[in-house]
């Protein structure tokens, strides 16, 4: 193979979904080189990250470095972001960049994995009940994002994607992956979720556990480990023009558990968190607008919003969610607050000692 066939252009490689799926790339026993995007690079982050992938260069810089992403993404024939699902300007430089690589190497188009989310399709009920029947109900085999109200998160960047993939002219292979709310402790560079930092940063403003709205609405989950597994499969049926792609290219990735409210969520967390002398009271009740207002609107449509979806593609590639049918989502919650309370702390605290 010529080093364009060998190498994947990496972002998010020090997240929690990026790391994971170069933990299982890893495993896999691929050899790819990797070029991962990273900002504040240190020798400890560069360390600490080929512990997970050893076969990998680092260039420094952030989702806004134009010439750098148009630049790697125009060399390495497979792109795969894990890295911000909501950020329009990196996806089009990115683009640029894998058009450019087209238009060098007619016939073998390059190969571009976007990481979205679930909450693409966000009935915005902002945490309100509402009649089970008046859902949306969604699969990928009939998904398009063109269907999707243009407000609801991560519209703006599938739908460039989406274009990208059914161009005629220097053409883009393009896959979607849309994960659920992800749990469970991960084992590469970043260990705890996004998602439950999110709560406690929020928690820690008005000292108690909480919604957006009431917290009736439902959400769909998926372990870390069954995510990663997904991805490495998608990518896989990918390199053996076996996956579903551009106009086809829609992969749900969440568990077959039935949904779970937002209010049993956080209450479980609060409750936990009082037991420890965390909080002053346990459960969870509706965040004031001194929470709500600094995520806008996008927080009422990534957590007060119902999921019902059924996630078809890989099943046809013979994946199956078994970590998140061996560990629940609730019963993973309190090792992975434990382990988000750790990367909340400031390094050389009590708490979090400088690392040799």
């Not at 691929?30 to 512990?51: G, M, N, S, Y």
């Not at 810089?61 to 990196?90: F, R």
């Not at 659920?180 to 402790?185: H, R, S």
């Amino acid at each position: 193979m010529t080093p364009r066939e060998e190498t994947i252009f990496f972002l998010g490689a020090t997240g929690f979904i990026g790391s994971q799926l170069l933990v299982s790339l890893g495993r896999a026993g691929h050899k790819f080189h990797i070029v991962a995007l990273v900002r504040q690079l240190t020798e400890e982050k560069k360390a600490k990250i080929k512990e997970v992938y050893a076969n990998i260069e680092f260039v420094e810089g952030t989702l806004t470095d134009a010439d750098i992403l148009i630049e790697q993404a125009s060399k390495a024939k497979y792109v795969i972001n894990c890295a911000s699902s909501d950020h329009p300007v990196s996806v089009q430089y990115i683009l640029t960049g894998l058009e450019k690589q087209s238009a060098s190497n007619p016939g073998s188009p390059p190969l571009y994995l976007h990481t979205s989310g679930m909450c693409i399709v966000s009935d915005n009920a902002r945490g309100e009940p509402v009649d089970e029947a008046s859902i949306p109900r969604y699969t990928d085999t009939t998904f398009s994002v063109d269907k999707i109200p243009a407000e609801n998160p991560h519209v703006n960047c599938d739908s460039l994607v989406v274009a990208a993939g059914t161009r005629k002219e220097n053409p883009v292979r393009t896959i979607i992956m849309y994960p659920a709310w992800v749990y469970g402790l991960g084992e590469g560079y970043r260990k705890s979720s996004g998602g439950v930092r999110l709560f406690l940063e929020a928690n820690k403003i008005v000292g108690h556990s909480g919604t957006w709205g009431p917290g009736c609405n439902s959400f769909v989950f998926v372990h870390i480990k069954d995510l990663a597994a997904g991805m490495l499969k998608i990518f896989e049926a990918a390199l053996e023009g076996k996956a579903d792609e551009g106009v086809e290219g829609y992969y749900f990735l969440s568990s077959e558990h039935p949904q779970i409210t937002w209010k049993e969520y956080t209450s479980k967390l609060g409750d936990m968190l009082h037991s420890r002398g965390v909080y002053s009271e346990g459960g969870s009740k509706p965040y004031p607008p001194a929470v709500t207002d600094l995520f806008g609107d996008f927080g009422w449509r990534l957590i007060g919003c119902n999921h019902r979806v059924t996630a078809l593609r890989l099943k046809k590639l013979g994946w199956e969610p078994t970590e998140s049918k061996r560990v629940s989502l609730l019963d993973s919650l309190p090792e992975e607050v434990d382990m988000a309370f750790y990367d909340l702390q400031p390094k050389g605290s009590i708490l979090r000692p400088e690392e040799e």
